[in-house]
């Protein structure tokens, strides 16, 4: 059951990137245990907005409230000890590492060895794939496999909060399938989840609720059922004539 505070609250957030305001003054909300989705165009703020957040980009006006902390400005790393972890969007894994050695550095803020094999196990099972490749660069792996490792890593730190930067770009469209069913395996587990994707149709089915961001703006939010058949998202993200 969500608490009387939402694990993540935006409120009136403004966030500058080059010296455009990208976000101008948003409000969003992810309860303990959702998974919430923010679509949009690209260019629409939503990269901006998730790195507003990590401490990635500098908070220009605004508030971030989580786990009932305001945690505004805050750099990364702290927040990732708070269990709050990102998988950037192109993945940033490490090239000349294995597999294993990825993983790895994803529990760097923990000392619990026989946990971190614990969850080292888990992310295994979650990917197969990865098991059976652990030996392997992570350099060799296809596009989505790094995904699932990018992935894994963040899961590594045992985060309360994932944020997802478009775990869809540049993916095959069997790979993109396969990206999301753990998506939403990992949101069974009881991660909560915000979801930052272009793919609006896989997005909103996935995800309890969304917003929907344009020019820097939430201009609709709502359950994502409500959201699929809103005409004017119909019309804007999954291509059908209102």
């Known amino acids: 059951m969500p608490g009387e505070h939402p694990l993540l609250s935006l409120r009136k957030l403004e966030v500058a990137y080059g010296g455009i305001q990208a976000v101008k003054g ?7 245990g959702e998974l919430v989705c923010l679509i949009g165009a690209n260019g629409a703020g939503k990269t901006t907005t998730l790195k507003g957040i990590c401490g990635l980009l500098p908070v220009k006006a605004g508030r971030i409230h989580y786990g009932g902390v305001d945690v505004t400005g805050k750099p ?10 990102m998988v950037p969007e192109g993945r940033g894994v490490f090239g000349a590492l ?4 990825n993983l790895a550095m994803g529990a760097y803020v923990r000392s619990d060895a026989g946990g971190v094999k ?13 098991k059976e490749r652990r030996r ?25 909060l994932l944020l997802l930067d478009e775990p869809s770009m540049g993916l095959a469209p069997l790979m993109v399938q396969k990206v999301f069913e753990t998506v939403v395996a990992v949101a069974r587990e009881g991660v909560t989840i915000l979801l930052i994707e ?7 089915e996935v995800s309890r609720r969304g917003y929907v961001m344009e020019s820097g703006e939430i201009t609709l939010k709502g359950d994502s059922a409500s959201l699929l058949h809103d005409p004017k998202v119909r019309e804007a993200y999954l291509g059908e004539v209102a």
């Open 136 to 160: 392997q660069t992570a350099g060799t792996l296809s596009g989505g496999e790094q995904q699932m490792l990018a992935m894994g890593r963040a899961l590594m730190s045992r985060p309360k």
């Open 198 to 204: 272009q793919n609006a149709k896989l997005a909103l």
């Open 118 to 130: 614990a969850d080292m196990e888990r992310v295994y099972h979650l990917f197969p794939r990865l």
């Open 76 to 85: 990364a790393f702290q927040l990732v000890k708070r269990g709050l972890a």
């Open 26 to 32: 948003i409000d969003l909300d992810v309860d303990a």
């Open 98 to 101: 294995t597999i294993e050695e």
